[in-house]
Each structure stands twice: as structure tokens, then as C-alpha cells.
């Protein structure tokens, strides 16, 4: 395997303390192995089947765009607001996002409060929120009794319901925050902190049935039924 990067990237400063930061990327892999689906005679069942077979292919290349407003909040801290754009290679398609758009701000009250404000001094507070495309899956069709069980981003047992990694998750929502305190202990300093991740609880979806796009099938859910009641006659007799 080898692959060849190429980047070009400029920043702008809109004001002493803005500035905006862009890049455009590419990558080139060679001989990588991906998946392909062939249609072949089986002997044993005297008819046509679909498999699916590793090969080392080119897959081509990626590339993308990196986007980043940045503002600075004087010297305790620094806000920014990104967007990325990718266009995966083939082989990166069941693991990328094509579209992120993420804010954060970074901001420590420093040593130097007084009076009452001295109660949050040297306090340090982070906060991210990501809203970025759900992954890509290839959908399985709901004739074939076998991919009933078929959980993304896995492959079909049989021929897929469309193009391969056409179907998509759902988008993937984060808000996360940490919060710092700094406490000098004679010749040290001690750093507490509480970490909250994904603080509103939002309901991230990493893996559905192929068949139908949800995190549940009916029709496995069947199957599983009938095989443990098939189990269960089995022990009795």
C-alpha cells in the first residue's frame, strides 16, 4: 500500500483578533483491498449466487476541505467555528462523515481576580458542540430472509438493495463541556475537574439493522422466536 498527500492551505485576519484559516486536501491510495460482489454458479445448490470477495483494487483518491473562524477572547481564551468537507475513497466510505460543522470555546478566568470575583479565579471552562453526517451503510433487502440479522456497517449475505454504502445514519449530534479549577498546594498545583460528554443526552444512532434502517427488525426478531421455540421441542423430545 502507499498513498501521496497534497495540501494547500492560507489564513485570513479579518481583525486584529479574527482570522480565518482554509485548506484543501487530497490523498491517492494504491492497491488497497475492497469489497466486491460477484454472481457465480454454485455446484452444490445448481444455481446462481451473489458472495462477497476481498480484491486489491485502486480505490482513487480523497480529498476535502477544512474551513476555521477563529476569534481570540483577549488572553484568557479563543472561540472558533469549523466546517469540513470529505470525499472519501472507496475503502473509507463505511467510516467517514462528509460533512462536520463544530464550535468551541476555550476560555480561563486566570490568577489576577479579586474580591468577590477571586471565588472563580484561575477556573477554566471548555465547551465543544459536533454536528456531523451519520456513517454510511449498504442497506440489505427485505426479501432475504438471511439478512434479517444484518447489522450495519456488516455486509449482505446476499446481492445489496441498492449501491454499496448508499444508505446513511443518522446525524450525529454532540455537546460536550469541561469545566477546570486550579488550586495551588504550596510548590504545586492541584487541577480539579468535572468532564460532562454528550451533556444533553442526545440520542446518537452507530449501528441499525440493514434491512430496515432502525435499530430494531421485526423479522429477526421472529427468527430468533422461532429458533428458540425450535430449541425448546428439540430438548423435549
Known amino acids: ?76 481564551g479563543e472561540a472558533w467555528l469549523s466546517y469540513s468537507y470529505v470525499d472519501p475513497a472507496e475503502h473509507e466510505q463505511a467510516s467517514s462523515r462528509p460533512h462536520t460543522l463544530a464550535a468551541a470555546i476555550l476560555y480561563n478566568t486566570g490568577p489576577d481576580l479579586q474580591g468577590p470575583a477571586a471565588a472563580v479565579r484561575d477556573v477554566g471552562v471548555y465547551g465543544a458542540f459536533r454536528i456531523a453526517s451519520g456513517t454510511a451503510y449498504t442497506a440489505c433487502p427485505s426479501s432475504i430472509p438471511n439478512d434479517a440479522g444484518v447489522i450495519s456497517p456488516a455486509f449482505c449475505n446476499g446481492a445489496p438493495a441498492g449501491a454499496l454504502f448508499s444508505a446513511r445514519l443518522p446525524t450525529l449530534k454532540v455537546l460536550d463541556l469541561r469545566v477546570t479549577k486550579s488550586i495551588p498546594l504550596g510548590g504545586f498545583t492541584l487541577t480539579a475537574f468535572v468532564d460532562a460528554r454528550n451533556l444533553l443526552n442526545t440520542r446518537n444512532v452507530i449501528h441499525v439493522f440493514a434491512q430496515t434502517g432502525k435499530v430494531t427488525n421485526p423479522l429477526d426478531r421472529l427468527f430468533a422466536r422461532e429458533t428458540y421455540l425450535q430449541s425448546l421441542a428439540a430438548e423435549a423430545t
Open 1 to 76: 500500500e502507499r498513498a501521496t498527500l497534497g495540501e494547500l492551505g492560507a489564513r485570513v485576519s479579518l481583525a486584529p483578533a479574527t482570522t480565518v484559516d482554509g485548506t484543501v486536501w487530497t490523498r491517492g491510495s494504491q492497491r488497497r483491498a475492497s469489497v466486491v460482489f460477484e454472481n457465480v454458479f454454485d455446484p452444490l445448490r445448481l444455481q446462481n449466487v451473489s458472495l462477497s470477495r476481498y480484491r486489491l483494487t485502486d480505490p482513487g483518491s480523497a480529498s476535502g476541505l477544512d474551513l476555521r473562524l477563529s476569534h481570540a477572547l483577549g488572553r484568557q
